[in-house]
């Protein structure tokens, strides 16, 4: 619901004006403000499920990793109860970062500055020099541990917030959860991560990343035509030509909260595969021909016991392959083809971190599925390295571009320039298709940036 | 098993110093100059013809850990590049060929600054082990700011004629956090 705006910023604008929605524009100054950063940090990462890792990281008890949660670091360890807690990196003492690497395991979380000790699940040990009572006798020990965030495993991927009485998870993905349970939970054992994410400085707001996960099929055209000039998509034998656009035909799904998801046709690579019609195929025979990213056909039979009929017609049709969970996550499963004709799958996450509101931190995890033969894992680490991440070749370009959108959007002029959202579909969902929520098809639109904008535009104009 | 630790299994057993200014450890050195000068040239074909066909060549993840675990700060599992001689080579199709090579396109303006050159025997006599210090600035369009990229360099190096063929190559980054939005350049 948007509520009446009431906030407005210090020259006057009030914050309802930098989304447009008769017009489906956004105000650039969004992109590099930093008192619309301020409040982004309360009103967005303080509200929504913000990605931290996946629960492989952390596997046995006293495992701890050092994540952000927006601004803030935050300590994401394995208690002696198996369960996952995520704890305000913060000494409630004097305010020092009390784990000050990035990963290890430990039982005792011990400030450097003054020794008070805390649990894996953040609970208050103690004090140095008990006897003389260190901590005072002002608060109880209760009342010292670490601040808890509310913490959520989803396909053993560990999601965040600080919103404690908010809405769940499940309430957070709406419709799109039946799409996302396709990629998550489709198989018995999971996904797990191939090692610990890599992680860059990008000179960029976090929004230009965040925006064009919520999946952007355009950029695809310019940004990344290379596809079509060489390598396994090139359009050998077409004249050379590098156009990319019959790739661009599908079905994009979008969420009243942001969620995005670009379905791509996989009915030209069965057919290469197989040699056969896809529409004469079974849904057995499709995923014969062309498991999803990162299974076997031996492990085949476990998409049966977690998947819907309707959830595999998706899957061996128009899968989602890429997308984004709001605000700052981008997700790829995607089938890249390779020199000797096969396909091989990869699973991939990003967040898109905030430091401030021209730099973002791009941490990118490698995943494959538990069950999957470590041969077919190397292979799909290798290659996700190679077209993914720091030195991928296809988001190499991506990461080179967002700096270039949030230095004009500190321009004078250019502050006061809109991105803008018109493209916009017209068609609807395909004629018996089986899931739900704001589902288009045909070629690639705006809709689903559009609504992850409105729904940036919701958190941040709702009442505190 | 792993691509990796393939090479482990197979890379040759390191052996004694060769001093300073001893003619193989100058023909290194120059062949190391020489390599600094065609990246940062951008002569990416040429330099491509100085890599081996059994090249392996990987950028480990770094991590921020305790003094006790310093053997665990480097990651070989997921790293920042994990290429061998055909994924290379694809790269620099995709950088010289394309018209849309756009992370370095305008492209980058370089430094290899290489020092700190140590030469190892190797007990192959035609391989040697080199280990090398490595400061790159990187500058892009406009941006005041320069990326500064700095690392060590463990090579290996196969006589090839009067030259030599890049078999190996580790760098072994100090940032945990790369400051820099993408390895679109080679280290």
Known sequence: MLTKA??????????????????????????????????????????????LGHESEVPNSGDFVVRDMGSDSV?????????????????????????????????????????????????????????????????????LGLPQARVTLYGGIIFATWDLEGPSFEEFLGDAKWYFDTLFERSDKGLE????????????NWKAAGEQSAADGYHTLTLHRWLGEVGNYSKSGDGGSADLSPEMYGVEVSSPHGHALRCIDL???????????????????????????????????QLRKHLSEEQLEVMVSMPPQVGGIFPNVLFAFVYIPQADGSVLGLTLLHAYVPKGPDQLEFVNWVLAEKDAPQ?????????????????????????DTWPHMTLAAKGARGRRSTLKYQAVYETGA????????????GFTKDDTQWHWWLYWNELMNAKA | MSAAQQVAENAPVIGNPIPVGAEIYNRIVGFLYQEATLLDTIRLKEWGATLAPDLVYTVPLRQTRPMSQQAQSVIRTVQHYHDNYRSIMGR???????????????????????????????DRPDEFAVVSYLLLTRSRFDFPDMDVISGERNDLLRVDGEGFKLVRREVILDQAVLGTPNLAIFL
């Open chain 1, 6 to 51: 009431s906030y407005t910023l210090a020259d006057g604008t009030p914050l309802s004006d930098l989304v447009r929605v008769p017009t489906r524009e956004v105000q650039m100054r969004a992109l590099s403000d930093p008192e619309i950063y301020q409040l982004e940090m309360d009103r967005v990462f303080g509200k929504t499920w913000l990605l």
């Open chain 1, 75 to 143: 300590i994401v360890a394995r208690a002696k109860d198996g369960n996952i807690h995520v704890s305000l990196n913060v000494c409630p003492h004097r305010g020092m970062r009390i784990s000050t690497v990035d990963a290890g395991n430990t039982q005792i979380h011990k400030c450097i500055y003054h020794g008070w000790a805390f649990k894996p699940s953040g609970e208050f040990i103690g004090a140095p020099v008990e006897k003389e009572c260190m901590h005072g006798k002002m608060m109880p020990k209760e009342d």
């Open chain 1, 193 to 204: 991560v191939l090692g610990p994410p890599q992680r860059f400085i990008v000179r960029a």
């Open chain 1, 267 to 301: 009915g030209r690579k069965i057919k290469k595969l197989s040699g056969l019609d896809p529409a004469e195929l079974t849904v057995e025979q499709k995923l014969e021909a062309l498991p999803p990213p990162g299974m076997t056909r031996e492990m085949l039979p």
């Open chain 1, 375 to 399: 041969e077919l894992k190397d292979r799909m680490l290798m290659q996700s390295i190679q077209l993914f991440g720091t030195s991928g070749m296809v988001e190499q370009d991506d990461s």
């Open chain 1, 430 to 441: 395909p004629a018996g298709w089986p899931g739900p929520g704001i589902v288009n098809e």
């Open chain 2, 92 to 122: 620099i199709m995709r950088l010289t060929e394309t018209r849309s090579a756009w992370a370095e396109d305008p492209p980058s303006r370089t430094r290899r600054m290489v020092s700190n050159v140590q030469v190892f025997a190797t």
